[in-house]
């Protein structure tokens, strides 16, 4: 089955710079890699995604790029603010479609003022 | 819209006890799950419902897990009996066929 290793498992940053997340994935066949948000005490919540016939998405702040020949996708956080502290989760989909997700172990962000 | 509604949000239970979960989807979402998150960790799928049948159940622990979905709405997670290692939060998610899954706020179990 498919198996998602995300890092760093921590990452601090100053305000204003850029985080990266990376993350790989093992099942070739999976073609869905969402990318969610968890504040603490929260529910996870979808910040972008992208699908295996994209290469890099893009909105205002975050952007997201896929190598499928490497399997592995990561996520660019740009201008960071302090909001942007919280636990993220990369995820991908195993063979059975876009619905069944398997996640990574979590990235913890903090932006630092 | 209302979003996923899972309750009780904090329950805590002496272990072997039984404890039971409960989930209102996002209306008109046929697909629902289960998630395990333990502590520092991702989601961990348990189950996985297309309308009221279990498409995906080979995660949960079927000795003492159980799970149902009358009639493809509402869902029970049940757990008997309840050990410490099931201490966790446990997460209703729904979506459409191939949508976006949108998660419920989550129920904190702490087994003593």
């Known amino acids: 089955g498919e198996n998602v290793e995300q890092h760093p498992s921590t990452l601090s940053v100053q305000e204003g710079d850029s985080a990266v997340i990376k993350c790989t994935y093992s099942d070739s066949a999976s073609n869905y890699f969402p990318w969610y948000k968890q504040e603490l005490g929260k529910r996870p919540q979808l910040i972008i995604d992208i699908r295996s016939n994209v290469g890099e998405k893009k909105d205002q702040r975050i952007a997201v790029t896929l190598n499928k020949t490497a399997k592995h996708f990561s996520l660019h956080i740009t201008e960071t603010q302090p909001e942007d502290s919280a636990v993220y989760f990369c995820a991908a989909s195993s063979t059975g479609g876009y619905n069944k997700l398997i996640f990574g172990a979590g990235t913890r962000l903090a932006v630092h003022p | 819209e209302a979003g996923v509604v899972q309750s009780p949000r904090y329950k805590i239970i002496e272990k072997k006890q039984p404890v039971a979960f409960w989930c209102n989807p996002i209306?008109?979402?046929?697909?629902l799950y289960w998630y395990l998150q333990n502590l520092g960790q991702g989601p961990e799928l348990l189950i996985r419902y297309e309308n009221e049948e279990a498409v995906d159940d080979s995660q949960l622990p079927k000795d003492r897990f159980s799970a149902e979905r009358l009639k493809g709405v509402d869902s029970t997670l049940k757990i008997q009996p309840a050990e410490l290692g099931d201490s966790a939060v446990y997460l209703c998610a729904s979506s459409l066929t191939t949508g976006e899954l949108f998660f419920g706020e989550g129920s904190r179990l702490t087994v003593l």
């Open positions: 209306s008109g979402h046929n697909t």
